[in-house]
């Protein structure tokens, strides 16, 4: 999977989010607030494919975090941004 080119992070009141609009003529706009190891992965895995293993390795590499901890936590990254339509390939 990969992040789309498309989408960027955008500081927003104190806050990183990434904005998704809709379909033309619909209000279907989404803003993604992204929390601080939301931003450190996208960060580290933008412009690149990558898979839950190496966000896993992100995550227990990074924070002080076990394995299935650290995998609950990148399938649900994964699953968020997947039903956003911000990620390619998934």
């Known amino acids: ?13 104190g806050e990183h989010v990434v904005v ?3 379909s033309y003529g ?3 706009t989404r ?10 992965l996208w960060e580290a895995l933008r412009g ?8 896993v390795r992100l995550l227990t590499a990074h924070y002080d975090v076990d394995e299935a901890t650290a995998r ?3 399938e649900a990254w994964a699953e968020r941004l997947a039903a956003c339509g911000v990620l390619e390939n998934r």
Request: a negative charge.
């Open 48 to 55: 690149r494919e990558f898979d839950i293993d190496e966000i």
């Open 72 to 74: 609950r936590d990148a």
């Open 20 to 22: 998704v609009q809709g």
């Open 1 to 13: 999977m990969k992040i789309a080119d498309k989408y960027k992070v955008r500081e927003l009141a």
């Open 31 to 40: 803003i993604v607030s992204l929390n601080a190891s939301a931003l450190y």
């Open 26 to 28: 619909a209000d279907m």
